[in-house]
């Protein structure tokens, strides 16, 4: 409503001096009616304007004195300690799942371009099935670094994959020997495991896993059906 009558005050102002003048100009008579002369009276000056007071003088803040700044030391990257230490105490799956992802990409990384480069060499090869080069790049990755915990885990996984159970597990022992938190080796293990019918030793394998990573629902999940079904054949 306030636009509409916004709108239309300018029309309206225009139509009222038309009637007003129109108006007028009716009751005008035929002959001009004799004016008596006014007294001449001098004219009103025009209204003195108050002059505006001059804005005060803006006065510039005093130069603050240079405070010495101290620079932020860049944050440290989080150790797998600090990392294995959260993913511990973690029961928000998600929130676990990153930490366990974090925990994961630190153990594969070498700090050695040229391993690294074996190792990416070795994944492309297994993605492309061309496994005996995949495991000629990791094998010289191992060698070229030999407590490289990530080179003994991706060689044992290239040989899960290729049903080499034996030698897959006696990769994972290595890795074990250099880090025996490595959940990801430990559920490689069970997994194994679990496929040689080895439901007990899977079972323990799973519960040393959730020692280390115990907000995994299905890794729970397992544990909780292993037992039961283990105590149904005690019985």
Do not use: C
């Not at 009558?5 to 005008?28: E, I, M």
């Not at 020997?177 to 490689?188: N, S, T, V, W």
């Not at 007990?200 to 729970?220: I, K, M, T």
């Amino acid at each position: 409503m306030r636009r509409f009558s916004l709108r239309l005050a300018p029309s309206l102002l225009f139509l009222s001096a038309v009637v007003v003048s129109g108006h007028a100009a009716a009751q005008a008579p035929d002959q001009p009616i004799p004016q008596q002369p006014m007294p001449q009276q001098p004219m009103p000056g025009p209204p003195a304007l108050e002059q505006p007071t001059p804005p005060a003088a803006t006065v510039a803040p005093p130069a603050q004195s240079a405070i010495e700044q101290v620079p932020l030391a860049a944050p440290q990257p989080e150790s797998i300690e600090e990392m294995l230490a959260r993913l511990k105490r973690e029961r928000n799956p998600d929130a676990a799942r990153v930490i366990a992802n974090a925990a994961m990409t630190a153990w594969s990384e070498s700090k050695s371009p040229t391993v690294d480069l074996l190792m990416q060499w070795s994944a492309k090869a297994a993605a492309e099935k061309r496994n005996a080069a995949a495991l000629d790049f990791v094998d010289q990755a191992i060698t070229l670094k030999p407590d490289f915990v990530g080179a003994w885990n991706q060689r044992a996984t290239l040989h899960f994959t290729m049903g080499n159970y034996k030698k897959s597990v006696s990769d994972i022992e290595k890795v074990l020997e250099l880090e025996p938190r490595h959940f990801g080796a430990i559920a490689g293990l069970a997994g194994i495991l679990t496929e040689r019918g080895s439901k007990e030793g899977a079972l323990h394998a799973w519960e040393r896993y959730l020692e280390v990573y115990p907000a995994d629902h299905e890794a729970q999940e397992i544990v909780s059906k292993l037992s039961e079904e283990l105590a149904g054949q005690r019985t």
